[in-house]
């Protein structure tokens, strides 16, 4: 069906098409890009499909930038206007041996073919000017009904490749869509095939649902997914009201990973911040996260903050964790009910304000100004950094100098 609908293709992505159709061949948008034009939504990035095979595409676009990265698949990246257009030959998959990636992938003249190797209806649409947008799948009354449905059989194209599942999941919270009751249905009774899937591939899909405007329906009504690759978080997963609650509070979040990471975990019962720690950047570990991120949500996981708080306890916090840390704590105490942390983000920003000295590089004693000190230069620096965040000693060289001498003999009295 052949649709009066109008996508506003970017010049750098219609003279790819353009040059693909006067080597008469067929070329559309499709994919994501579709769906999120007639959403009003800005699209990420441009895919196109073509009738032409790889060869005849690498043909077409003799003299541009080419990448060859997925020729295998028939994908290869054209660079026009400077910016990256992936160009896919139309192509049906193959069997599914490890229902990860197609054993191999077949390359045919017939969009129709294309479009119904594709994951979901709303993805399965395509769009060029001369024959405006083509949807044999019903994906944009799916889109005006707002459910993720699978394009033919939910449980067979689960099979063939179970990251669908997960897929599924990520487009129902990033768009605030439902999931379509067959779809559904599947994803429940499929989750477990998630294990042969890629590491990598499951924690991107994960971050993108986590940060989804839906993430919450979708945490409530399918727990046994993320079960699956979060051993850790079953206990809260399966119980009913927990979850509930869980959920509420990650949504109230910002739409940061690390940050939503953490407060699932920091909702497992029966463990101490550390050993919460320990089991978030185990699973961590083992979907493949980034160094960074391993780390950072263990300083979340470990948020700390006294009821009563005063400028010598900001200061320290500040200090240690570093004003974006920081901030990502109070926030993440926000999400959880805590309701005393305006105090503590007023105070932040007087501190800041002032430059006041939180750190060894601020203060105004280095180590070369204690000769003979030795081995305690780096203790007397934080004594007298201490002194200056408890408001005891301005940050003066003079004046530190005078306090640790004070200290010094203080010691040799005792
Ligand atoms: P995003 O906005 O996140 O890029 P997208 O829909 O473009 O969303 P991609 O992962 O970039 O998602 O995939 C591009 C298109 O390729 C999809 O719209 C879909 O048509 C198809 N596709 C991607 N992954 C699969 C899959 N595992 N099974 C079937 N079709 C897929
Ligand atoms: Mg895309």
Redo the contacts with the bound molecule.
């Keep these: 069906m052949v649709c009066t609908v109008t996508v506003s293709v970017p010049d750098f992505v219609q003279s790819v098409l353009g040059r693909l159709q006067k080597s008469g061949f067929e070329a559309w948008v499709v ?2 890009c579709v ?2 034009s007639l959403l009003g939504r800005v699209p ?2 441009w ?1 196109v499909t073509t009738s032409a095979v790889p060869e005849e595409i690498k043909h077409c676009f003799a003299g541009y930038r080419v990448i060859e990265t997925g020729i295998a698949h028939g994908t290869v990246t054209v660079i026009s206007g400077g910016k990256p257009v992936e160009v896919t030959a139309y192509r049906v998959d193959g069997t599914y041996s490890d229902s990860r990636h197609p054993d191999f992938v077949t390359f045919t003249r017939s969009l129709h073919e294309d479009l119904a ?3 979901f209806t709303v ?2 649409m395509a769009f060029c000017e001369s024959e405006g947008l083509r949807d044999d799948f019903g994906g944009r009354e799916d889109l005006a009904r707002q459910v993720i449905r699978c394009v033919g059989s939910p449980k067979r194209r689960f099979d063939e ?1 179970a ?2 599942i997960l ?1 599924a999941l990520r487009f129902a919270s990033v768009l605030n869509f439902s999931v379509e009751s067959k779809t559904a249905e599947a994803v429940r009774a499929c989750a477990g095939q998630l294990h042969s899937v890629a590491a990598e591939r499951i924690f991107s899909e994960w971050n993108k649902l986590l940060c989804g405007k839906g993430a919450e329906a979708v945490l409530c009504e399918f727990p046994t997914v993320p079960a699956v690759f979060f051993e850790e978080l079953r206990p809260l997963l399966e119980d009913p009201a927990a979850r509930r609650q869980t959920a509420e509070c990650v949504c109230r979040a910002p739409t940061e990973k690390s940050l939503r990471t953490a407060l699932l975990f920091r909702a497992l019962r029966g463990y101490d911040a550390e050993e919460q720690a320990a089991l978030a950047q185990n699973a961590l570990r083992r979907l493949h996260a980034e160094h960074k991120m391993i780390v950072r949500v263990g300083a979340l996981i470990r948020t700390e903050l006294p009821e009563s708080v005063s400028l010598p306890v900001i200061r320290r916090l500040l200090g240690r964790n570093g004003e974006e840390l920081f901030s990502a704590q109070l926030a993440l105490l926000r999400a959880e009910g805590r309701t005393d942390t305006a105090a503590a983000e007023r105070l932040k920003t007087e501190i800041l304000a002032r430059e006041d000295c939180i750190s060894l590089p601020q203060l105004a004693l280095k180590g070369n100004d204690l000769p003979g000190a030795g081995k305690r230069t780096g203790m007397l620096l934080n004594a007298a950094l201490s002194a200056v965040m408890d408001g005891l000693v301005p940050n003066r060289k003079a004046d530190l100098l005078q306090y640790l001498a004070q200290l010094q003999s203080d010691e040799t009295e005792q």
Excluded: F, S
Aim: charge should be neutral; hydrophobic fraction near 10%; avoid cysteine.
């Design positions: 994919g994501g769906r999120d990420q990035d895919d190797r594709r994951d993805n399965a490749d990251l669908r897929r």
